[in-house]
């Protein structure tokens, strides 16, 4: 079991970001905002999306570097064939990423469920 985050793990392009906002369920937590969306495929992909609205770039930064550790570590505890854009709430920058990692996972398994 490896713990890195391979590019087969990655939503990396407009497309794949903007099927996820056309056909995705979003969650409203107090740290992130998740868009969650049925794939084909037995991997669960993960994209951030933290705009200049958020904050400066070290801000935004920070909290990619969180939500890519805690989905990192809890990846395997994930239910699989998802699509997730995880976005930051006002206060994201507050959370740490056990915070992060307990938000991602009830979203998924609500998803999951319906």
């Avoid at 969180?66 to 920058?93: M, S, W």
Wanted: one cysteine or more.
């Amino acid at each position: 079991m490896s713990y890195s985050f391979p590019k087969s793990a990655r939503v990396r392009t407009r497309n794949q970001y903007q099927r996820i906002a056309k056909q995705s369920t979003r969650h409203v937590g107090s740290w992130i905002i998740v868009d969650v969306r049925k794939n084909k495929t037995e991997a669960t992909k993960m994209g951030i999306t933290a705009s200049k609205h958020y904050g400066i770039a070290v801000k935004r930064n920070r909290f990619k570097r969180i939500v890519r550790e805690a989905f990192r570590l809890c990846r395997y505890q994930l239910p699989t064939g998802f699509d997730l854009n995880i976005k930051p709430r006002p206060l994201a920058h507050q959370a740490n990423p056990a915070d992060i990692q307990k938000e991602l996972l009830s979203f998924l398994l609500l998803a999951q469920n319906s």
